[in-house]
């Protein structure tokens, strides 16, 4: 198993562009979360998944958008990249709601907005 | 806002010694996570302790929840090189929400353990 891949590790975007930050797990998990983290404010939740077809917001979505069309992928979009969005962004994956079960995560994208 | 605090947010120890962490919530929680972080990595869960447990063992790591005290501790006991890393709480929504998919990070604590 590959478990959570993330694509790209690093991107370098001028501050108006949009992009896709992929995300892709091969654990059959319906529960999947998208990420930032920031220096001194930890992690923070942008939009989830439960499955196939729903997604909700978390606690700091503005800015982007999310799709989850099938179980293993669910990627964030940025549509109109801000300064303010410089930051590592992690997708997560787990087999039960995120309050019950250990969440999976890739590797990271390290997003600079310019 | 986040739900969980950690404490102390640096910890720097001599290996062999015991590192101790805190973190403390503030609404009733269903399980509480540890999960670490090595520099310039995604997040590896360590363990999950439910609301109504009050202690978790996994090798060398113990965890207390106290419910009444909204509070849980992380032991690493004989620490080594390579436990350096940082370690954050996680913590669910409040029980009565029912929103079981929201998962909130504390700001984590750095331990540093020197050779």
């Known amino acids: 198993n590959a478990g959570v891949t993330q694509t790209p590790k690093f991107q370098v975007l001028k501050t108006g562009q949009s992009m896709t930050l992929q995300c892709a797990q091969d654990m059959n998990h319906e529960y999947m979360s998208w990420y930032r983290q920031d220096p001194g404010m930890g992690l923070r939740l942008i939009h989830y998944?439960?499955?196939?077809?729903?997604?909700d917001q978390g606690e700091v979505p503005n800015g982007y958008n999310v799709s989850r069309s099938t179980t293993e992928d669910f990627p964030l979009r940025l549509l109109s990249a801000a300064p303010s969005q410089t930051s590592v962004y992690f997708c997560?994956?787990?087999?039960?709601?995120?309050?019950?079960?250990?969440?999976?995560f890739g590797p990271g994208t390290r997003l600079t907005v310019l | 806002s986040q739900q969980g605090e950690e404490d102390p947010q640096a910890l720097s120890i001599q290996e062999g010694e015991n590192a101790t962490m805190n973190c403390s919530y503030k609404?009733?929680?269903?399980?509480l996570q540890w999960y670490r972080q090595n520099s310039g990595r995604g997040l590896v869960h360590l363990i999950l302790i439910r609301s109504n447990e009050r202690e978790k063992h996994s090798g060398r790591l113990r965890v207390t929840l106290d419910t009444s005290k909204k509070s849980s501790s992380l032991l690493i006991t004989a620490s080594r090189a390579a436990d350096t890393a940082s370690y954050f709480c996680?913590?669910?929504?409040?029980?009565?929400?029912?929103?079981?998919?929201?998962?909130?990070f504390g700001k984590g604590i750095t331990l540093s353990v020197r050779p």
């Open positions: 997560a994956s787990s087999y039960r709601p995120t309050d019950w079960a250990e969440q999976f």
């Open positions: 609404t009733s929680i269903n399980n």
């Open positions: 998944s439960v499955g196939a077809g729903i997604t």
């Open positions: 996680a913590t669910g929504p409040p029980r009565y929400t029912g929103a079981n998919s929201k998962l909130t």
